[in-house]
């Protein structure tokens, strides 16, 4: 499909930014989220794969990812054709020293910022490969890695954003930004060569909803990635937004919640749900929603303002 509208709503998935000799990077509505899964990874991933999920989100932090499980779950679906390498969007991360466990890195704290991102990129390229040939390793390439927080200073952060850099357009297709705030995201967007594609940041009321960073991400093409959607947002999930829309659509609260974040346009939503049914009636209840704004326009656009000034958006973005 086309490029959505900056600020609109895609129901199916997002090119991301264009990066010259890259090929187009689509992006679902819905990454499959794996942090805390721990022995189960594998399984799950391959769970979330089969009921139809096309984008992975992981990250080279053992701390609270399992990410040779994930490649490991990857390479069995692969291996038994549900799909190929090609149909499926796959995100890590670097993670600084001050988010690693210090018994379990992958890479020397005592090396460089840019040796670091150097072997942590290296680790999650073996890790993800698509398969378990001898070159599979030489081959692979990743959508997009993010960088899991600001380093220290503003210093180190261009350090390791301009090492990944180096990696773009061919082992890794994107560059993103996780845990980031405005500041240090527009001083990310100006000094940057390879600007970042994706934010990925916790959407909840400490933030009160991220309303500018979303705001900046739809003027400079940036996809915006909601997590701890559902965790954080208990009352979110029982406001009348959120319950006229599930009523209205026969979905879950759940899953109505996630289909209006997704209305704000630009933006998609990490699910890192580890129940196998209701992996399926997740995918299922965006294409329910998505029929439900054609077929009642009127009531979709209603609860959709609704939602947005429960959050403090500007109904007029």
């Known amino acids: 499909m086309a490029r959505a509208a900056i600020g609109k709503m895609a129901w199916d998935k997002y090119i991301l930014r264009s990066v010259p000799e890259a090929p187009p990077v689509h992006l679902p509505l819905f990454l499959y989220g794996t942090a805390w899964k721990k022995e189960r990874t594998a ?22 990812y399992q990410e040779d499980l ?12 549900l799909l190929r390498r090609e149909e499926l969007y796959i995100q890590t991360k670097f993670t600084s ?3 690693q466990d210090p018994n379990k890195m992958p890479y020397n704290p005592k090396t460089s910022v840019t040796e670091q991102v150097h072997a942590s990129v ?35 952060t261009m350090e390791a954003w301009l090492t990944l850099e180096s990696y773009v357009p061919h082992r890794i297709r994107n560059l993103g930004i996780s845990n980031c705030a405005l500041p240090i995201l527009k001083e990310l967007y100006a000094r940057a060569t390879v600007k970042p ?4 940041n916790r959407f909840y009321p400490d933030t009160r909803f991220d309303v500018p960073v979303r705001a900046f991400c739809r003027t400079h093409d940036i996809i915006y990635q909601s997590f701890w959607t559902l965790t954080a947002n208990p009352e979110l999930v029982r406001s009348d937004a959120v319950q006229s829309l599930a009523s ?4 879950s609260p759940a899953a109505a919640l996630y289909c209006l974040v997704l209305g704000l346009g630009n933006t998609t939503v990490l699910n890192g749900t580890t129940n196998r049914a209701r992996m399926g009636a997740d995918l299922a209840d965006v294409r329910k929603v ?3 704004s054609k077929d009642s326009p009127d009531s979709w656009q209603m609860v959709l303002d609704h939602f947005k000034r429960l959050i403090g958006d500007d109904v007029t973005l």
């Open 290 to 292: 998505e029929q439900f």
């Open 122 to 156: 290296k680790s999650s390229l073996h890790n993800l490969r698509a398969s378990e040939a001898s070159s599979s390793a030489e081959d692979a390439y990743i959508d997009t890695v993010v960088l899991h927080s600001p380093l220290s200073t503003m210093a180190e």
């Open 97 to 99: 020293v001050q988010g």
């Open 70 to 81: 994930v490649g490991e779950g990857i390479r069995r679906a692969i291996h038994d054709r």
């Open 197 to 200: 594609a994706v934010v990925q």
């Open 43 to 64: 399984d799950l991933v391959y769970q979330a794969l089969s009921a139809g999920f096309r984008a992975v989100d992981t990250a080279a932090q053992p701390k609270h």
């Open 248 to 251: 209205q659509a026969e979905i």
